[in-house]
């Protein structure tokens, strides 16, 4: 699907299988989605733009590339978001974090917005919206939304799974932003999870259930 690259890595693919499987436990859960925050990210930001300086090593001096521009947005969606959080910035420590609270109405499964805190300066940075799983794509669309009128100009989505129903939708209504994801999953069942999925991802996480 154009605008959507599948993180097709052995060890992604791997880690995704165990997340999968129902009794998993919550630890194992909770460091996967960690790990595979890094390497999804490591996928996202394949394509930094570099500039070179001038620097001196303990032998002579050089010109080398560092990371052009201001530093990197990541913006979770709360709460399952927050577990791929952890990873990407470990990857990209000095990145800004901008905290969408949104939660899905289990009636209409439309999205209401609870919190949202976002750096001042979004128009001048890329901003990667983090959402393990985008199932129906309205929770997406609605943080994108958000950011864009927050002042967001650039802005990638990074997830673990989708829905292909959710990602037609969603690149719909945001064609420009590009998505990043481990795999996409055929179903939605009628309250909106991901089939074959691996359940509530933010439960999961936190033994909610
Ligand atoms: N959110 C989840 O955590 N799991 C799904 O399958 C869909 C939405």
Known sequence: ????????????????????????????????????????????????????????????????PQLAGKKLVFAPILRAGMGMLDGMLELSPAARVAHIGLYRDPATLECVE?????????????????????????????????????????????????????LSKFLGHHPEVQVWTAAVDEGLNDHGYILPGLGDAGDRMYGTR
Do not use: W
Request: proline share 4%.
């Open 1 to 64: 699907m154009k605008g959507v690259t599948i993180v097709d890595h052995p060890l992604v693919q791997h880690k995704l299988t165990l997340m999968r499987k129902k009794d998993t436990s919550i630890k194992s859960f909770r460091e996967l989605l960690k790990e595979i925050g890094v390497l999804v990210c490591y996928e996202v930001t394949r394509d930094l733009p570099l500039e070179k300086v001038e620097i001196e090593t303990p032998l002579t001096a050089m010109s080398a």
């Open 114 to 166: 609870y919190y949202f805190k976002a750096p001042a300066d979004m128009g001048e940075r890329l901003v990667v919206v983090i959402d393990p799983m985008l199932a129906t794509g309205n929770t997406a669309i609605a943080a994108v939304d958000r950011l864009k009128e927050a002042g967001a100009t650039r802005i990638r989505m990074a997830c673990l799974l989708a829905s292909s129903e959710g």
